[in-house]
């Protein structure tokens, strides 16, 4: 089943932009801020011609895209989409009142292929936060934008638990900038579901201050396969139970398995249905865009978009769903905060409590005027291949250095929950620092600050770096996030699952090529 919805359709576009109700959360619910009246996320994922380019795409910038789209959205009587990859450089104006006119919120992924904490090797610095930083403030400015999250699947397995340590410590800091703003978006994350450490994701992100935990949090849930399939008999009830009681507001981020074809979507029935509503806040299906892995309920082309098969089951699944909740003024949130898992190998969790320090630019810099022994470069090579020369360069220092002199001062470890000083510093800064312990174990001997033509010896005023700790940025955004972009695949999670993953040398930032190639040592 395919027809055409031709664009020359859309309605109202040239009309006066409408204001849209900012959503507000309570206790574990989401309402509308001017009503009262509790909101369910009748969403989908929104992420079109993600293959068809070999940079970052930023859809909410593509006027030519929106005004394809919209009317498909319309249609489909959507009231929210998830937007995984955006830039904070383009003008996002005429998109974002676009969806606003439609009654069309917005849940944006901070990260992106090239701007993310990498799940095998993470690390969090001044470049990643100033990157988060900046996205803020391209887009809280819009009333529709009512949640960001800061990661999508970053931990997938036992062996990369750790990981979730650096997303929590990134979370908090875009909580805290955003809170200096007097702005009040949450920040959440999405995860997959996998048996084994299903709890202890969602307990891990919810336990802690207020300050430190996810606001929101979200599935990724692929279980329920097929028309024959049932709430039990899918695995859907799991995954409710796990979550009775919450004390944030719990969605799907990603929805809609596609093993059995064509997908006839019963599980909207449940999803917005008694089972769920009261501790599930709706989701997100996946997908928009029809992409290889033929998850799409729309097809496009340049400026036109073609129905798949899906499409019109997801619309009528979804016109027959009406959920029931509660007005604002009559609910008393009594969820219960979680306790952090404990750290050990036979609770499948390695990720500590105790999170990564906060990065700062004004510590880096006060630390990096102490330092003699320092790198040629003043900045990080962009292209592929001149990249990859510069971390091969940089992972021969660590190994050389790391092996003779203590670097606990530039590194960190999720587990024991101890992080360096200048743990979140950039790699130059890093290297640097690794350099000048170098020079003076040996004893500042000529040729002992070379490094093969690496560095060079610099003059300072003082050596002294016991104050640098005590600097502090101030509220604006950290140096971090050009505009410079590598390659990029697919956002999803059921094709290529790149968010947090880990993508080719070309695509990764060049914090994650770093942390790749000096893991095994910091």
């Not at 849209?20 to 996320?41: C, E, H, M, R, Y």
């Not at 989409?81 to 450089?89: A, G, L």
Request: hydrophobic share 35%; glycine share 8%; charged share 20%.
């Amino acid at each position: 089943m395919r027809a055409s919805l031709v664009s020359a359709a859309i309605l109202g576009l040239a009309s006066q932009a409408a204001s849209i109700d900012p959503l507000v959360i309570k206790g574990s619910k989401w309402f509308n801020s001017k009503t009262g009246a509790q909101f369910f996320v009748k969403g989908i994922d929104y992420q079109p011609d993600i293959t068809s380019t070999s940079t970052v795409r930023d859809p909410l910038a593509d006027i030519a895209g929106c005004t394809r789209d919209l009317p498909f959205l319309k249609d489909l009587g959507v009231n929210a989409i998830r937007v995984y990859q955006t830039e904070p450089f383009g003008n996002h104006d005429k998109c974002m009142s676009m969806l606003s006119d439609a009654g069309i919120y917005v849940m944006l992924d901070l990260s992106t292929p090239t701007e993310t904490i990498n799940r095998d090797t993470p690390s969090y610095d001044v470049d990643l936060l100033g990157y988060y930083q900046r996205k803020v403030d391209a887009f809280s400015k819009y009333d529709n934008v009512f949640a960001f999250l800061a990661g999508n699947e970053v931990t997938n397995a036992y062996n990369n638990t750790g990981a979730s340590a650096y997303v929590k410590a990134a979370l908090r800091d875009v909580k805290s900038y955003i809170k200096s703003k007097h702005l009040t978006i949450p920040v959440g994350y999405a995860t997959n579901d996998d048996a084994d450490i299903r709890w202890q994701l969602q307990t891990y992100f919810d336990c802690g201050s207020i300050s430190d935990r996810a606001d929101f949090y979200g599935i990724n849930l692929y279980e329920w396969c097929g028309p024959s399939a049932t709430f039990e008999s899918s695995g859907y009830a799991n995954v409710v139970k796990n979550f009775t009681n919450w004390d944030v507001p719990v969605l799907l981020t990603e929805y809609g398995c596609n093993a059995i074809k064509p997908r006839t979507f019963p599980e909207i029935a449940a999803i917005y249905g008694s089972n769920m509503t009261s501790s599930f806040s709706g989701g997100f299906v996946y997908e928009y865009v029809e992409e290889p892995n033929e998850y799409g309920l729309v097809k496009v082309s340049g400026s036109t978009g073609t129905k798949t098969a899906d499409y019109e089951y997801f619309k009528k699944a979804l016109a027959a769903v009406n959920p029931s909740g509660v007005s604002m003024s009559s609910y008393t949130p009594s969820g219960k905060q979680q306790s952090c898992p404990s750290v050990s190998a036979s609770n499948n969790w390695i990720a500590s409590s105790s999170l990564p320090p906060s990065p700062s630019n004004a510590t880096c810099s006060c630390m990096m005027s102490t330092l003699t022994c320092v790198s040629k470069q003043s900045s990080i090579p962009t292209s592929a291949g001149d990249l990859e020369k510069f971390g091969q360069s940089v992972s021969s220092i660590f190994g050389t250095v790391c092996g003779t002199v203590d670097c606990g001062a530039v590194s960190g470890n999720a587990t024991t929950g101890k992080y360096g000083k200048y743990s979140f510093c950039d790699p130059l800064q890093r290297v640097s620092w690794v350099m000048t312990e170098w020079y003076n174990d040996q004893r500042n001997v000529d040729g002992a600050c070379d490094f093969g033509g690496f560095a060079k010896i610099v003059s300072v005023k003082s050596t002294d770096d016991s104050s640098c700790s005590d600097q502090k940025d101030d509220s604006q955004p950290s140096k971090g996030g050009s505009s410079d972009k590598g390659d990029s695949s697919s956002s999803s999670s059921a094709a290529a699952k790149t968010l947090g993953g880990a993508p080719s040398m070309a695509a990764l930032s060049v914090s994650a090529v770093l942390a790749m190639l000096t893991s095994a040592l910091i």
